[in-house]
Structure formats: C-alpha cells, structure tokens
C-alpha cells in the first residue's frame, strides 16, 4: 500500500517531464526527446508500483532515476550542456525546479521505505499466512 502512495508522485514527476518537454520542443529538440524518453520510463515505474506488490528491481530502477534526473539537472545548468565548441548553459525554468523538487522528494521517500522495509522483514509466521491465503484464493 505503501508504493501506491509514491506511485502518484511518480506520476506529477512524469507530467512533469512531459510540460517540460513541450516547453523546450522548439528552442532544444534534443532535450525534449530526452524528456519524452525520461516520462515513458517514469509511466513504467508508475505501473510497476501500482501493482500490489511492487518488484525490487522497479524501486531500485525509480530510487536510481529519482537520484540520477536532478542530478542531471544540476550539472546542466551549472556547467552546461556540451555544444559543438563550447558548453551551453540551459535556462532555469519553474517547470525545471518543481519537477526537480518532485524527483528529489521521491528520492528521499524512495530511500526511507526501502530503509523501513528493509528494518522490518516479514516474520515466517507472517509469509505463511501469506502463502496460505493465496493457495485458497488461488485455489
């Protein structure tokens, strides 16, 4: 239940990319392909962690993409995207800094319940019951 709630920050951070893709499509073709790229993969992880039980791979893959776009973002727009001869600083946008803000939320709260999840094993008891029920659901 817990990643169906981070599943919709998910969402904002892909809907995110999609305004900031729209906005940059005609002065940086490029980068808006790239954050068209960046918003099918957060559609993914939106889908992985609407299921019931999430796979570890997918958190691993959004805390990683979570951590890795501002980051990114960063580096863009301190030192520059690299151009033909020279590095180009990109523009500091509102779209940029909220869905920036949004991706490092999602890292912390990503980062916290994996800590919690992981602080907190199911018991034996726990995953019997478990795999009991879903035998007579199943069944």
Do not use: N, Q
């Not at 299921?51 to 863009?76: C, D, G, H, M, S």
């Not at 709260?109 to 009991?132: D, G, I, Q």
Request: proline content about 6%.
């Amino acid at each position: 239940m817990r990643y169906r709630s981070i599943a919709w920050l998910v969402l904002a951070a892909e809907l995110g990319h999609l305004t900031a893709a729209w906005t940059e499509a005609r002065a940086w073709p490029l980068i808006s392909g790239f954050h068209i790229l960046v918003a099918c993969a957060l559609g993914f992880v939106f889908a992985g962690l609407r299921k019931p039980e999430p796979r570890r791979r997918t958190i691993r893959f959004a805390t990683v993409l979570a951590i890795a776009l501002p980051v990114l973002y960063l580096l863009t727009r301190v030192f520059g995207l690299p151009t033909i001869l020279s590095l180009t600083r990109l523009d500091v946008e509102p779209v940029g800094v909220v869905v920036t803000a949004l991706e490092v939320g999602l890292a912390v709260v990503l980062l916290r319940s994996r800590r919690t999840v992981a602080a907190h094993p199911p018991s034996t008891a726990e995953a019997t019951v478990a795999s009991v029920d879903t035998v007579r659901v199943s069944g």
